[in-house]
């Protein structure tokens, strides 16, 4: 399908109701300008409807059902994989649809689904609280919140409104940095992989593989933010690993004093906007040799701003696990271990070198793993477990309850196939790996 095909027979529509057809001269924007992954698809939804109210976003589905065809949507446009851009739908795009309202009774905060975490963290700052979204900046509740959403420490429907439990802000957030050359990855990464399990709670810790502007070949940075009411509480949180810390390393500070709109700031510049993303991700199992595992994927990088990722979910992953809090959760499946590449490119020609960078480090990994979190993956290239299986029926039983059409476009996988079914929460190494 092509942006060329004729638009449909239109339905009568409201006067001023905000929709752009294939025909219309801004429909390449309403399609793709709010996507952030500038590997702009080759799909191209029936129509865009931008809604600045709950009737419009009503009226889209009522059309999306004359039309028979589907409905997909966007909040934050963050998707990597631009699951909101879909052949057959009709896109409903929030991105002019605001609305926020803080209760000082119970310090619930309503939004709009476009609301992003920066934009929530400035908000709510003159009232002491904060809520931990993602750790990009830009990346919208909508999405974020619907994939499970990993934020800093820690269906077949459209949302319009989302109801945060907003919490008191951290008084002070530390910030130590430990930064590698090649040569002492392996150390860096045993070092802070074994401290992480039991280490203070308010305390997030990442390694980080990446090229750093100014310094010869690949560096592993590690890094631990905390978050806590006082500087004397977070250097007493950061001292353990500052003095554990392996020697070697090229540059290293202990308990900065940060904020979460500075941490905010360094995301940002982590992700540049403008560029073209390939991005894989997986859970490594607890028991797993994780630095042999992933070592390469941090001393080889493929660009200048690729990146890989460890991120530990422990100990958040085994109290939520034994508390038997995560079994309603998206973001139901955990390890330890949170795995992640990140592949930027500027041009289609690097393409292909992000895409055996991906796939050479995950065929490497991926027979430790569990399953993906969905917020990082993309099903057109690798098909993964997302879910625990209890969940997965579940989800699977509801979407056909309630949506047994298919009307809303569910994950997209190669060739868009899932349909009323939904995406198989299954490895693709499945079926080879039970070959006679
Ligand atoms: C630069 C960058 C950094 C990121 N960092 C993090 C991070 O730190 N932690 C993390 O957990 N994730 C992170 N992500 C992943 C991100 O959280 C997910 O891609 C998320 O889905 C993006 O939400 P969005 O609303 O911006 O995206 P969109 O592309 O707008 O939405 C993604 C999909 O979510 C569904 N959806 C969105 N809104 C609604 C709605 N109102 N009703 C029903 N369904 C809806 C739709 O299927 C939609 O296609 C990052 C992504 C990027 C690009």
């Known amino acids: 399908m092509t942006s060329t095909q004729p638009s449909p027979k239109r339905p009568q529509l409201p006067p001023a109701f905000p929709i752009y057809w294939r025909d219309n001269i801004a429909y390449e924007r309403a399609r793709v300008g709010r996507v952030f992954n500038y590997r702009r698809p080759d799909r191209y939804p029936v129509a865009v409807v931008e809604p600045i109210n709950d009737d419009h976003v009503v009226q889209a589905v009522k059309l999306a059902k004359d039309l028979n065809c589907r409905v997909s949507i966007r909040s934050g446009g963050h998707s990597w994989a631009s699951w909101s851009v879909r052949d057959d739908a009709v896109l409903i795009d929030f991105g002019r649809f605001h609305f926020l309202s803080l209760n000082k009774k119970n310090n619930v905060l309503t939004v709009s689904p476009n609301m992003t975490g920066r934009l929530i963290s400035q908000l709510l700052q003159p009232h002491g609280r904060w809520f931990p979204g993602g750790h990009c900046p830009d990346v919208a509740v909508g999405g974020f919140l619907?994939?499970?959403?990993?934020?800093?420490?820690?269906?077949?429907?459209?949302?319009?409104?989302?109801?945060?439990?907003?919490?008191p802000a951290p008084g002070f957030v530390g910030d130590s940095m430990y930064l590698y050359p090649t040569e002492h990855t392996r150390?860096?990464?045993?070092?802070?992989?074994?401290?992480?399990?039991?280490?203070?709670?308010?305390?997030?810790?990442?390694?980080?593989?990446?090229?750093?502007?100014?310094?010869?070949?690949?560096?592993?940075?590690?890094?631990?933010?905390?978050?806590?009411?006082?500087?004397?509480?977070?250097?007493?949180?950061?001292?353990?690993?500052?003095?554990?810390?392996?020697?070697?390393?090229?540059?290293?500070?202990?308990?900065?004093?940060?904020?979460?709109?500075?941490?905010?700031?360094?995301?940002h510049a982590a992700n540049p906007e403008g560029h073209r993303y390939h991005v894989d991700n997986c859970y490594i199992d607890n028991d797993a040799d994780v630095v042999s595992l992933?070592?390469?994927?941090?001393?080889?990088?493929?660009?200048?701003?690729?990146?890989?990722?460890?991120?530990?979910?422990?100990?958040?992953?085994r109290r939520n696990q034994k508390a038997g809090e995560m079994k309603e959760m998206a973001l139901s499946m955990q390890t330890d271990h949170y795995y992640a590449l990140y592949a930027v490119c500027e041009t289609p020609a690097q393409d292909k070198e992000c895409i055996k960078w991906l796939n050479d480090?995950?065929?490497?990994?991926?027979?430790?793993?569990?399953?993906?979190?969905?917020?990082?993956?993309?099903?057109?290239?690798?098909?993964?477990?997302?879910?625990?299986?209890?969940?997965?029926?579940?989800?699977?039983?509801?979407?056909?309850?309630?949506?047994?059409?298919?009307?809303?476009?569910?994950?997209?996988?190669?060739?868009?196939?899932?349909?009323?079914?939904?995406?198989?929460?299954?490895?693709d190494w499945v079926s080879t790996m039970n070959l006679p």
């Open 146 to 167: 619907l994939q499970g959403g990993m934020g800093w420490n820690c269906f077949p429907a459209i949302v319009t409104r989302f109801h945060l439990q907003t919490l």
């Open 187 to 267: 150390a860096a990464l045993d070092w802070i992989i074994k401290l992480s399990p039991g280490y203070d709670a308010d305390t997030e810790i990442v390694a980080i593989g990446n090229y750093i502007p100014g310094l010869e070949g690949p560096h592993t940075a590690v890094r631990l933010v905390t978050f806590k009411n006082t500087e004397a509480e977070a250097r007493a949180a950061l001292k353990l690993a500052d003095e554990t810390a392996p020697p070697g390393a090229v540059m290293r500070w202990c308990c900065e004093t940060s904020s979460i709109l500075h941490q905010y700031d360094i995301q």
């Open 294 to 317: 992933i070592e390469k994927s941090f001393t080889e990088i493929p660009t200048a701003k690729s990146f890989s990722l460890w991120y530990s979910m422990a100990p958040g992953s």
């Open 361 to 427: 480090n995950m065929n490497i990994v991926k027979y430790h793993s569990p399953g993906a979190y969905l917020g990082d993956s993309d099903f057109q290239r690798r098909q993964t477990k997302y879910w625990t299986d209890e969940n997965a029926a579940k989800l699977m039983y509801l979407r056909q309850k309630f949506d047994p059409a298919g009307r809303i476009a569910g994950y997209l996988n190669a060739g868009d196939t899932s349909g009323a079914d939904g995406l198989a929460n299954q490895h």
